[in-house]
């Protein structure tokens, strides 16, 4: 369900793709973790004006998902 690393992901596009993939977590609590966790981090950049910053969290996050995902299958 991950997209594409490279792939430039609009903020709003990631905000959304991270919750989806929330619901792959096996339990309700970690899901409800995650998606507390997200919203954060979406809240916290918010105000960030850098594109190149931003694809750079883009990316990371994307990794972070992958691996929290693969992590608990």
Request: with cysteine.
């Given at each position: 369900m991950l997209p594409l690393v490279g792939a430039e992901l609009k903020p709003v596009?990631?905000?959304?793709?991270?919750?989806?993939?929330?619901?792959?977590?096996?339990?309700?609590?970690?899901?409800?973790?995650?998606?507390?966790?997200?919203?954060?981090?979406?809240t916290s950049h918010a105000d960030e004006d850098d594109q190149e910053r931003v694809q750079m969290i883009v990316q990371r996050a994307v990794?972070?998902?992958?691996w929290i995902l693969t992590k608990n299958k």
């Open positions: 596009q990631l905000y959304r793709h991270l919750l989806r993939c929330c619901r792959q977590l096996p339990t309700e609590a970690m899901q409800k973790h995650y998606r507390h966790a997200i919203r954060q981090g979406y990794v972070d998902a992958d």
